[in-house]
Protein backbone atom coordinates (compact mmCIF):
# COMPACT_ATOMS: atom_id res chain seq x y z
CA UNK A 1 0.00 0.00 0.00
CA UNK A 2 0.94 3.65 -0.54
CA UNK A 3 2.48 5.67 2.47
CA UNK A 4 2.89 9.58 2.81
CA UNK A 5 5.16 10.78 4.76
CA UNK A 6 6.08 14.83 6.05
CA UNK A 7 8.85 16.16 8.34
CA UNK A 8 8.92 17.49 10.36
CA UNK A 9 5.54 17.18 11.75
CA UNK A 10 5.68 21.05 13.71
CA UNK A 11 8.12 23.93 13.46
CA UNK A 12 8.72 27.18 14.89
CA UNK A 13 10.96 29.33 13.03
CA UNK A 14 12.25 33.31 13.65
CA UNK A 15 11.65 35.28 10.81
CA UNK A 16 14.08 35.74 7.73
CA UNK A 17 15.54 31.68 9.04
CA UNK A 18 15.73 29.56 6.18
CA UNK A 19 13.35 26.14 5.33
CA UNK A 20 13.38 23.14 4.66
CA UNK A 21 10.56 20.74 4.72
CA UNK A 22 10.45 17.02 2.95
CA UNK A 23 7.74 14.63 1.78
CA UNK A 24 8.49 11.49 0.72
CA UNK A 25 5.88 8.93 -0.54
CA UNK A 26 5.94 4.77 -0.32
CA UNK A 27 4.33 2.69 -2.64
CA UNK A 28 4.19 3.84 -5.92
CA UNK A 29 6.54 5.27 -8.58
CA UNK A 30 6.07 8.21 -11.17
CA UNK A 31 3.58 10.39 -9.16
CA UNK A 32 2.51 13.56 -9.45
CA UNK A 33 3.31 15.55 -6.46
CA UNK A 34 2.08 18.60 -4.48
CA UNK A 35 2.43 21.60 -2.19
CA UNK A 36 -0.48 23.28 -0.34
CA UNK A 37 -0.81 25.71 2.43
CA UNK A 38 -3.60 26.21 4.93
CA UNK A 39 -3.58 29.35 6.49
CA UNK A 40 -5.15 29.82 9.68
CA UNK A 41 -9.45 29.58 9.05
CA UNK A 42 -8.50 29.85 5.06
CA UNK A 43 -8.80 26.77 2.56
CA UNK A 44 -6.00 24.80 0.59
CA UNK A 45 -3.69 26.82 -1.38
CA UNK A 46 -1.86 25.17 -4.45
CA UNK A 47 1.88 26.36 -3.94
CA UNK A 48 3.71 23.73 -6.06
CA UNK A 49 2.78 20.72 -8.10
CA UNK A 50 5.58 18.04 -10.14
CA UNK A 51 5.03 15.82 -12.77
CA UNK A 52 8.16 14.35 -12.55
CA UNK A 53 11.91 14.46 -11.52
CA UNK A 54 13.18 18.40 -11.57
CA UNK A 55 10.05 19.15 -13.67
CA UNK A 56 8.40 21.71 -10.78
CA UNK A 57 5.11 24.19 -11.33
CA UNK A 58 4.75 27.64 -9.44
CA UNK A 59 1.03 28.34 -8.89
CA UNK A 60 1.33 31.52 -6.34
CA UNK A 61 4.64 34.01 -6.51
CA UNK A 62 6.46 33.99 -3.73
CA UNK A 63 9.28 33.62 -1.40
CA UNK A 64 8.77 29.90 -1.50
CA UNK A 65 10.58 26.98 -3.72
CA UNK A 66 10.33 23.64 -4.51
CA UNK A 67 12.42 20.56 -5.79
CA UNK A 68 12.27 16.99 -6.56
CA UNK A 69 15.13 15.31 -6.35
CA UNK A 70 14.28 12.03 -6.72
CA UNK A 71 11.21 10.09 -8.30
CA UNK A 72 9.27 9.92 -4.68
CA UNK A 73 10.82 13.01 -3.02
CA UNK A 74 9.61 16.64 -2.65
CA UNK A 75 10.86 19.48 -1.01
CA UNK A 76 9.91 22.92 -0.10
CA UNK A 77 12.16 25.31 0.76
CA UNK A 78 12.49 29.02 1.67
CA UNK A 79 15.69 30.99 2.05
CA UNK A 80 13.96 33.81 4.35
CA UNK A 81 10.66 33.08 5.98
CA UNK A 82 8.38 35.72 6.48
CA UNK A 83 5.60 35.75 9.38
CA UNK A 84 3.30 35.31 6.25
CA UNK A 85 4.62 32.27 5.80
CA UNK A 86 3.54 30.63 8.98
CA UNK A 87 0.38 28.11 7.85
CA UNK A 88 0.04 23.99 8.14
CA UNK A 89 1.49 22.38 4.72
CA UNK A 90 0.38 19.77 3.21
CA UNK A 91 2.29 17.42 0.47
CA UNK A 92 -0.14 15.02 -1.49
CA UNK A 93 0.25 12.65 -4.75
CA UNK A 94 -1.60 11.38 -7.19
CA UNK A 95 -1.27 8.95 -9.68
CA UNK A 96 -0.03 10.17 -12.74
CA UNK A 97 -2.05 10.11 -15.86
CA UNK A 98 -4.61 11.89 -17.72
CA UNK A 99 -7.65 10.68 -15.56
CA UNK A 100 -10.02 13.03 -13.50
CA UNK A 101 -10.69 10.17 -11.63
CA UNK A 102 -7.23 9.74 -10.02
CA UNK A 103 -7.54 11.46 -6.60
CA UNK A 104 -4.71 13.19 -4.23
CA UNK A 105 -3.71 11.86 -1.55
CA UNK A 106 -2.49 13.66 1.70
CA UNK A 107 0.26 13.59 4.19
CA UNK A 108 -0.04 14.39 7.79
CA UNK A 109 0.86 18.07 7.03
CA UNK A 110 3.63 20.20 9.08
CA UNK A 111 2.45 22.90 11.36
CA UNK A 112 5.05 25.73 10.58
CA UNK A 113 5.23 29.09 13.24
CA UNK A 114 6.82 31.81 12.07
CA UNK A 115 8.09 34.04 15.02
CA UNK B 1 -12.39 29.19 -15.23
CA UNK B 2 -13.60 26.37 -13.19
CA UNK B 3 -14.07 26.80 -9.67
CA UNK B 4 -15.97 25.62 -6.28
CA UNK B 5 -18.52 27.49 -3.35
CA UNK B 6 -19.19 26.45 -0.82
CA UNK B 7 -22.30 27.44 0.99
CA UNK B 8 -21.87 28.27 4.66
CA UNK B 9 -18.56 28.30 6.56
CA UNK B 10 -20.17 26.49 9.77
CA UNK B 11 -22.66 24.22 9.72
CA UNK B 12 -24.25 22.91 13.29
CA UNK B 13 -26.61 20.08 13.94
CA UNK B 14 -27.77 17.65 16.49
CA UNK B 15 -26.71 13.94 16.63
CA UNK B 16 -28.79 12.19 14.65
CA UNK B 17 -30.17 15.13 12.36
CA UNK B 18 -29.64 15.13 8.38
CA UNK B 19 -26.11 16.66 6.98
CA UNK B 20 -26.36 18.70 4.39
CA UNK B 21 -23.03 20.65 3.09
CA UNK B 22 -23.68 22.65 -0.02
CA UNK B 23 -21.24 22.60 -2.78
CA UNK B 24 -21.31 24.18 -6.14
CA UNK B 25 -19.02 24.27 -8.66
CA UNK B 26 -18.19 26.48 -12.12
CA UNK B 27 -17.13 24.43 -15.00
CA UNK B 28 -17.36 24.76 -18.62
CA UNK B 29 -16.09 21.33 -19.17
CA UNK B 30 -17.42 17.92 -17.50
CA UNK B 31 -15.95 18.29 -14.39
CA UNK B 32 -14.85 15.28 -11.71
CA UNK B 33 -15.61 16.27 -7.90
CA UNK B 34 -14.46 15.25 -4.93
CA UNK B 35 -15.81 15.47 -1.16
CA UNK B 36 -12.34 15.41 1.51
CA UNK B 37 -12.32 15.51 4.95
CA UNK B 38 -9.95 17.09 7.70
CA UNK B 39 -10.17 16.19 11.08
CA UNK B 40 -7.94 18.58 13.49
CA UNK B 41 -4.29 18.72 13.17
CA UNK B 42 -4.48 15.96 10.40
CA UNK B 43 -3.80 16.13 6.72
CA UNK B 44 -7.34 15.55 4.12
CA UNK B 45 -8.81 12.34 3.79
CA UNK B 46 -11.11 11.31 0.62
CA UNK B 47 -15.04 10.85 1.41
CA UNK B 48 -16.24 9.83 -2.12
CA UNK B 49 -15.56 11.38 -5.57
CA UNK B 50 -17.54 11.84 -8.78
CA UNK B 51 -16.54 10.43 -12.34
CA UNK B 52 -20.09 10.31 -14.03
CA UNK B 53 -20.42 6.49 -13.77
CA UNK B 54 -22.98 7.40 -11.22
CA UNK B 55 -24.82 10.55 -10.06
CA UNK B 56 -25.49 9.26 -6.86
CA UNK B 57 -22.12 8.83 -5.19
CA UNK B 58 -22.11 6.79 -1.64
CA UNK B 59 -18.72 7.17 0.63
CA UNK B 60 -17.08 6.20 3.50
CA UNK B 61 -18.56 6.75 6.73
CA UNK B 62 -22.29 6.78 5.70
CA UNK B 63 -21.81 9.70 3.81
CA UNK B 64 -23.02 9.86 0.31
CA UNK B 65 -23.48 12.95 -2.80
CA UNK B 66 -25.32 13.77 -5.65
CA UNK B 67 -24.50 15.26 -9.02
CA UNK B 68 -27.17 17.69 -10.25
CA UNK B 69 -25.27 19.21 -13.34
CA UNK B 70 -28.82 21.36 -14.00
CA UNK B 71 -28.01 22.99 -10.54
CA UNK B 72 -24.47 22.92 -11.36
CA UNK B 73 -23.89 20.89 -7.20
CA UNK B 74 -22.20 18.41 -5.28
CA UNK B 75 -23.91 18.26 -2.21
CA UNK B 76 -22.96 15.96 0.48
CA UNK B 77 -25.13 14.45 2.96
CA UNK B 78 -25.78 11.96 5.38
CA UNK B 79 -28.63 10.92 7.12
CA UNK B 80 -27.75 10.90 11.12
CA UNK B 81 -24.82 13.01 12.31
CA UNK B 82 -22.34 11.12 14.75
CA UNK B 83 -20.53 13.05 16.79
CA UNK B 84 -17.15 11.90 15.21
CA UNK B 85 -18.42 13.45 12.11
CA UNK B 86 -17.31 17.40 13.54
CA UNK B 87 -14.52 17.86 11.09
CA UNK B 88 -13.66 20.61 8.50
CA UNK B 89 -15.28 19.65 4.60
CA UNK B 90 -13.65 20.28 1.34
CA UNK B 91 -15.29 20.22 -1.76
CA UNK B 92 -13.28 20.22 -4.92
CA UNK B 93 -13.52 19.94 -8.42
CA UNK B 94 -10.68 18.64 -11.64
CA UNK B 95 -10.85 19.34 -15.23
CA UNK B 96 -8.82 18.37 -18.35
CA UNK B 97 -6.96 21.44 -18.82
CA UNK B 98 -3.38 20.65 -18.04
CA UNK B 99 -4.27 16.96 -17.98
CA UNK B 100 -6.57 16.96 -14.57
CA UNK B 101 -3.48 17.83 -12.51
CA UNK B 102 -4.89 20.35 -10.33
CA UNK B 103 -7.76 20.41 -8.03
CA UNK B 104 -9.54 23.49 -6.72
CA UNK B 105 -10.56 23.65 -3.41
CA UNK B 106 -13.51 25.15 -1.70
CA UNK B 107 -13.22 27.51 1.22
CA UNK B 108 -14.60 24.76 3.17
CA UNK B 109 -17.35 24.26 5.74
CA UNK B 110 -16.88 23.24 9.69
CA UNK B 111 -19.06 20.72 10.47
CA UNK B 112 -20.19 20.88 14.76
CA UNK B 113 -22.32 18.21 16.19
CA UNK B 114 -23.52 18.71 19.28
CA UNK B 115 -25.23 16.13 21.99
Known amino acids: SQTIHQWPATLVQPVGSPLSLECTVE??????LYWYRQAAGRGLQLLFY??????ISSEVPQNLSASRPQDRQFILSSKKLLLSDSGFYLC??????????????FGPGTRLTVT | AQSVTQLGSHVSVSEGALVLLRCNYSSSVPPYLFWYVQYPNQGLQLLLK??????LVKGINGFEAEFKKSETSFHLTKPSAHMRDAAEYFC?????????????FGAGTRLAVHP
Open chain 1, 50 to 55: SVGIGQ
Open chain 2, 50 to 55: YTSAAT
Open chain 2, 92 to 104: AVTWFSGGYNKLI
Open chain 1, 92 to 105: AWRLRGTSGAYEQY
Open chain 1, 27 to 32: GTSNPN
